[in-house]
């Protein structure tokens, strides 16, 4: 089969649900003001993107890049899990040639499943062994999604045992405006908890009571309920 966007796209509206559609459009908050704002759903779920996924795996950069630009939310997601997947599989000419199609293409990464799907895959492996200062650009973006991607690029660290970016970034993210990047930064924080407990308390008891309140509650959901409370009542 021919690995052109057309018939990647014409593969992917096989799935297709206008009802699905609807409650996408919902989910993804792509009202007027919502951080999804003007986004369109072809109403494809997750499973039936990766199972096309499968198909058009090694479709070339050329043709994912132009999936990538689809004013469909699906489409964008389908492009960024190819990449993920050639990724993965390349070498390192590949690999640099992906992560600097991504970096080129952020504004198309403007929702948080297409963050949190490509972030932790792309950008942080790639930054691993090497200077990360672009994390730290990302971070000083006024875009929403260049900050997510700067937080969540962090997990692969964290899996690793390596929390001094992970926790840097947060602290730099608290003040954040964003409800989505309070979860970010909550969410991180705690899968560094699951690593070691003892460094994700160094950093609550230094910031837990100037922290938003969801960055908080995600942070110490593994706690036991009696500490949660200490957290929360800042009494610790």
């Not at 796209?9 to 799935?15: A, C, E, I, K, M």
């Not at 996408?24 to 990766?50: A, S």
């Not at 691993?128 to 875009?143: I, P």
Request: no cysteine; proline share 5%.
């Amino acid at each position: 089969m021919p690995m052109t966007v057309q018939k990647i796209q014409q593969r992917l509206r096989w799935f297709a649900s206008a009802e699905k559609a609807a409650l996408l459009q919902r989910f993804f908050k792509t009202g007027p003001g919502q951080y999804g704002e003007g986004d369109k759903f072809l109403g494809v779920m997750v499973p039936n993107i990766r199972l096309v996924k499968k198909e058009f795996r090694d479709a070339p950069l050329p043709e994912v890049k132009k999936l990538l630009h689809s004013p469909w939310h699906e489409e964008r997601l389908l492009a960024l899990l190819i990449l993920v997947d050639q990724f993965e599989r390349g070498d390192d000419v590949l690999r640099k040639k992906i992560y600097q199609l991504y970096l080129k293409n952020t504004h198309y990464i403007n929702n948080w499943d297409l963050v949190d799907l490509s972030a932790p895959k792309i950008v942080g492996p790639y930054l691993d062994g090497g200077s990360r200062a672009r994390l730290y650009r990302f971070v000083r973006s006024k875009n929403l999604w260049d900050r997510r991607i700067a937080i969540l690029a962090t997990f692969p660290y964290i899996r690793n045992a390596d929390f001094v970016d992970a926790l840097s970034i947060a602290e730099k993210l608290l003040a954040d405006d964003e409800d989505l990047m309070h979860k970010a930064v909550g969410w991180m924080l705690r899968e560094v908890g699951k690593k070691d407990v003892a460094v994700l308390e160094n950093f609550l008891k230094k910031h837990h009571r100037k922290m938003p309140r969801t960055a908080l509650r995600y942070a110490i959901e593994r706690f036991p309920e009696v500490k949660r409370k200490k957290y929360l009542k800042g009494n610790v």
